[in-house]
């Protein structure tokens, strides 16, 4: 994936609307080395490098070039050097070197240069740093003559041993000051002869020198300061700048607002700004709030930050976020040191992950001293005029995904006059524009204290469009064509997970976050959804997915990895590919959803999330197990049966009650000591256990009264029952089959017609099963047998059609039931065939006579739910309709489906009497003989007790159990 913009980048847009900086002097400004020297000359006029905007740094400086460089120089930066037709030397005019004749003039009567010999000048020849420094010196006073630069073996001694005196060779010292000098090494040079004093020789025999003002101060009037460049102001009518730099203010035309926060050096001329650049440090990272991944949680002092994976040290170490954040402030508001953090935390200003940030290096360390923030907002722009336009906050009706109210700041919104819903009216005049403002268009905005002008700025972003290529919800990432864009900002009302891959979307983004997306799909398609039907115990691999198997609406089943949480078995989702490799599933929500909300249909419902459906089961006790107590009176006072004795010191007026709690002598595995401990009562209504009640009577004499309590534990009553079920009630088979409208929850509601190509992913809860049927299959489903769990319909011709559902069905039309007579309880057993899983085991007798033993299918776990139901569910001698195939027992069909009955009148004409009520008995009427007592029906006497299943409605027996 790539990265959504450079560390970079990313600040890009803030700084083009808050500030324009100084900008590069040259093309080539990268090349440069002696960066300062060559800004510094750039400022003063003393070099302008080439037409195409170049400096060519690496070039030798010539002859040529360097008196004229000199002559800006001595003349305060102006060419005022008188044009001359004349020329001291022969290799001049007429040459393409004339351009610099007056240059070479000017110097020569100034006794800075002499030529070559021989009348020449050589001025394309290349300059030599003792040449250079020769020159200079001159410039500064000294004289060539006195000082032995020339006219003597030892001039370049001379030269060299007085320009390191006077500093020309300052951050050169590495140089070989015989060998032709660079441009870029020149201007260096340039610049230390500039700040060095300027000398004057005394008229008296001793010739001493006078030390004077520097070159700067003496030609130009100028002078450098240093300091931290802490407020910027705009004149718009002048169209000038001034910066507050160490207390004092400059005031220039130039832009320097990209060095907001820096130390920066100011080349002045009285209270005008030459120039402003980095004097030391600088900008060590810049990116987006959001990128700062991780803080002194890691580290024992808290001074590091960690931004999109590198680490950047801290010059002061913090002792938390807020300490952190106490050296932040906004743009061009320096003195907001120490209001800016977190909600809650008392923060006046609040940081949000959209805004840009700079962290500053201020002393040349490396480390970040103070941190810079971006604050904007993003509006909707409506009502465009001639002379004006209207803001508003995005609401969540402008798309079908839009910021979160709360993810723009309210104190940044209020500073662009917008409060509440009220749109703001903003006059061309007032403000600065970038780019052309439409109706229903986006800016951004940035208040005036946020920005270099002082006045509100607002740039047109552009509603991009482009193809949804993956998803990575949870981290709320999304990759719209080759860029992978943050929506984190967006509300959840509407998830990000309801982007569906390979579709169009438009989208309004800064820095990488979004803050507007639309698109028909802003939520999943029909092909998008899924039942995850298996999944692994335990997660597998260094990333830790889950190999999961899942059902697709073709009916098709694949097994992939899926990221994140475990996949319940038998929940709907929709899912999402993460980087091409695993799979991410999001469980369809609860509830009602409308298009809005984050589903291409136009009605989805489900009865919870996931609209889970499987066979897990929870045991619900109706009644908890409980000790109930007989107490009798023992028949001696010294009766070794006794366990409770009530001791009484003098005769009660009323009667007194007792109730006891047990005590196990501190012998917890000998029953033969243990007894029970008597307890007061208020009265025979305070609360005991059944029983546990002892009544002495009015009048009853003092004395010791020995009781025998016998304690017999209740078992706990209560049943399995299925937690993921479905809704019962839903469907309905009709000439054209429906559901109800869950949402208003009850049957007769608005009614939703199954397609009968609808996609129905259909659980069979008996058989365990999932498969996908068309609507079309619910044919012949019996309403009562049908649990409802997801509905996504869609509007046409005035009904919703329901073109995805979720069911769970009891009975499948081709399964096989059988009534059995269990002839032995049931068994627990591991597998022989499939290592460490458990099955059940029941011998049963079936039809005719036949003796089979079914056995269940495989479970992971000897305590698993459904296992437990089935094994507690199948009585020895119990009679049930089982599910099954072939000896496999599938589930019980019916726990209880025969009643007893005393045979009234033996078969006779097909006609058997129960409980004095004929019955037919058919060709498919079942006979389990189990007693051995008769071989057939029509062999049961009259007056003979039997078991029997009847259909009451036609008065049919199915079934004979004898």
Request: hydrophobic share 35%; aromatic share 10%.
């Amino acid at each position: 994936q790539k990265k959504v913009l450079s560390l970079v980048l990313c600040v890009a847009v803030m700084l083009s609307v808050m500030v324009m900086g100084a900008g590069a002097a040259f093309s080539d400004q990268d090349k440069i080395e002696n960066t300062e020297a060559v800004d510094m000359c750039a400022a003063l006029d003393i070099i302008d490098g080439f037409e195409d905007g170049s400096y060519h740094p690496e070039r030798n400086i010539e002859r040529g070039e360097a008196v004229k460089m000199i002559s800006a120089m001595l003349n305060g930066g102006r060419d005022s050097v008188q044009e001359t037709s004349t020329s001291s030397y022969t290799d001049v005019l007429n040459t393409a070197d004339a351009w610099a004749n007056k240059y070479i003039e000017y110097c020569t009567a100034q006794g800075i240069v002499s030529g070559v010999g021989g009348n020449r000048f050589a001025p394309a020849s290349s300059v030599t740093g003792t040449q250079l420094a020769k020159m200079l010196l001159v410039s500064l006073g000294y004289n060539a003559v006195t000082e032995g630069y020339q006219d003597s073996d030892a001039w370049t001694v001379n030269v060299n041993t007085d320009a390191v005196n006077a500093g020309l060779y300052k951050e050169l010292e590495d140089v070989d000051m015989s060998a032709a000098l660079t441009r870029d090494d020149a201007a260096q040079m340039f610049w230390n002869a500039l700040q060095a004093k300027t000398v004057k020789y005394l008229t008296d025999s001793t010739g001493a020198i006078e030390w004077g003002k520097t070159l700067l101060e003496k030609v130009y009037n100028a002078y450098t300061v240093e300091g931290i460049l802490t407020a910027i102001d705009y004149n718009v009518d002048t169209e000038e700048y001034t910066y507050t730099v160490d207390g004092k203010e400059y005031t220039t035309t130039q832009d320097f607002s990209a060095l907001f926060a820096m130390n920066v050096t100011v080349l002045a001329k009285d209270d005008e700004a030459l120039l402003v650049r980095i004097n030391k440090g600088g900008v060590v990272v810049s990116a987006n709030i959001g990128d700062i991944s991780d803080m002194g949680d890691k580290n024992d002092h808290f001074n590091t930050i960690e931004v999109n994976g590198e680490t950047y040290r801290l010059d002061n170490t913090a002792k938390d976020w807020d300490t952190f954040w106490s050296i932040a402030c906004g743009y061009n508001q320096y003195g907001e040191q120490g209001f800016w953090g977190f909600p809650g935390a008392g923060a006046r200003h609040t940081i949000y992950d959209q805004y840009a940030f700079a962290g500053i290096d201020q002393d040349g360390g490396g480390d970040i001293d103070v941190v810079v923030v971006y604050p904007y907002a993003v509006l909707k722009t409506t009502n465009v005029v001639a002379d004006s336009f209207r803001t508003n906050m995005i609401a969540r009706d402008d798309a079908r995904m839009t910021v979160d109210a709360n993810a723009q700041d309210a104190y940044i919104l209020g500073s662009l006059g917008l409060k509440g819903n009220t749109a703001n009216k903003v006059e061309y005049t007032d403000v600065i524009v970038n780019g052309t403002v439409e109706r229903d268009g986006y800016v951004m905005a940035v208040p005036s204290q946020y920005t270099a002008t002082g006045v509100d700025t607002y740039t047109v972003l552009e509603i991009q469009s482009d193809v949804a290529n993956s998803l990575n919800t949870a981290d709320r990432l999304v990759t719209l064509g080759d860029t992978e864009y943050n929506g984190s900002l967006l509300d959840k009302v509407v998830p990000i997970s309801s982007i569906s891959l390979k579709d169009t979307y438009s989208f309004v983004e800064v820095n990488g976050y979004l803050f507007i997306v639309d698109g028909n799909n802003v939520g999943p398609v029909l092909d998008e959804y899924v039942v995850a039907t298996k999944t692994a115990a335990t997660p597998a691999g260094a990333d830790k997915v889950w190999e999961t198997e899942l059902l697709f609406t073709d009916g098709t089943t694949k097994t992939v990895d899926v990221d994140g949480k475990q996949p319940t078995v038998g929940s709907l989702y929709t899912y999402r590919v993460v980087d091409k490799e695993y799979y991410e599933l999001i469980p369809v929500a609860e509830g009602t959803a409308a298009p809005a909300e984050g589903t291409n249909f136009d009605v989805q419902q489900a009865y919870k999330t996931g609209a889970t459906l499987n066979d897990a089961q929870k045991y619900v006790v109706t009644q908890p197990g409980y000790w109930k107590y007989d107490v009798q009176p023992a028949k001696a006072p010294n009766d070794p049966s006794a366990n409770l004795t009530i001791s009484i010191s003098q005769s009660p007026t009323e009667d007194t009650y007792y109730t006891f709690s047990y005590n196990d002598h501190g012998t917890p595995f000998d029953l033969a000591d243990d007894y029970y401990s008597p307890k007061l009562l208020a009265s025979a209504d305070a609360p005991h256990a059944e029983g546990a009640i002892v009544t002495i009577d009015a009048g009853a004499n003092a004395g010791d009264y020995s009781y025998i309590v016998t304690a017999t534990w209740e078992p706990t009553v209560g049943s399995w029952k299925s937690v993921n079920a479905g809704v019962a009630n839903m469907f309905v088979d009709d000439t054209q089959n429906y559901f109800y409208n869950y949402a208003n929850g009850n049957p007769g509601s608005d009614k939703y017609y199954i397609e009968d190509d609808a996609v129905v992913f259909m659980y069979n809860n008996k058989m365990d099963t999932y498969q996908v049927v068309k609507g079309s299959d619910l044919e012949g489903y019996e309403e009562a047998n049908v649990q409802w769990a997801f509905t996504g319909g869609n509007q046409k011709n005035g009904n919703i059609w329901v073109d995805l559902a979720y069911i769970s069905v009891e009975d499948n039309l081709d399964e096989t039931l059988v009534y059995a007579y269990v002839d032995g309880n049931p068994n627990r057993i591991v597998s022989e065939t499939s290592d460490g899983k458990y099955v059940l085991t029941v011998d049963v007798i079936l039809a005719a006579g036949e003796t089979v033993t079914l056995t269940s299918k495989e479970y992971a776990r000897e305590n698993d739910a459904d296992l437990m139901r089935l094994y507690h569910a199948l009585k020895e001698e119990g009679i049930y309709q089982l599910i099954v195939d072939g000896t496999t027992l599938i589930d019980v069909k019916d726990y209880s489906p025969a009643a007893q009955y005393t045979v009234t009148s033996a078969l006779y004409n097909s006609m058997l009497g129960l409980n004095g009520t004929n019955y037919f008995v058919t060709s498919d009427t079942i006979f389990i003989p189990v007693s051995g007592d008769a071989e057939s029906i029509d062999a049961i006497q009259k007056g003979e007790t039997v078991r029997a299943v009847v259909d009451t409605v036609d008065h049919e027996v199915l079934a004979v159990i004898y």
